[in-house]
């Protein structure tokens, strides 16, 4: 129970995916325009990381060192094609909004990492509680990330469609630049320079 307990707290802070290993942020910093991006991206890649995790754990006795990656590639990819054809038939919205970062997943470094790293050395509930904890790690960073993008930018909250909050005065004339890739970079710079001086992260 401790190790389950230590592994998904080093998704969430020790080790966090985006804000401390500084992995995944490619898809990051492209999707989090909205809050609706970013739970859309962080279930596609909870549901490949976590399914990845138990499928390499329980072949790892029986896979080749010479040809353990090749086979981690077609795993992750297969689960990615499950991923990316089922939001294409039941979310074409947010498939459409997603674009061509759903089907990079098969090279993000996250999902990979944690297969060969982690994965492909432990047992199936250590790899489940790894997977859980970076999975959650990553949703919760490009969350807050996109939360800030979303209200600087158009000076509102809305998840699918239902208005959360807005802040009329402070944000009657929103920062569209947010929005914008550059934006993306001025919010993750801040929020890795706030939780370091916090001490939430620790400085590498």
Known sequence: MINLLKNL???????????VLLLGLCPTLAVSTSIDNAFGMTAAVMFVLISA???????RGVTPDRVRIPVFIVIIASLVTIVDLSMKAFMPD???S?????PLIVVNCIILGRAE???SKNTLADSIA???????GFGLAITIISFFRQL????EITVF????FSAPGLFDNPMSVFILPMGAFLVLGCLLATLRYIGVIESG
């Open 9 to 19: 707290k080093n998704g969430l802070l020790t080790e966090n995916p985006v804000f």
């Open 53 to 59: 995790n138990i499928i390499v754990s329980l072949i």
């Open 94 to 96: 947010l498939s459409k």
């Open 98 to 102: 997603l674009g061509i970062f759903i």
């Open 117 to 119: 790293a982690f994965a």
């Open 130 to 136: 790894d997977a859980f904890g970076m999975g959650i």
């Open 152 to 155: 600087l930018g158009t000076g």
């Open 161 to 164: 469609g239902t208005h959360i």
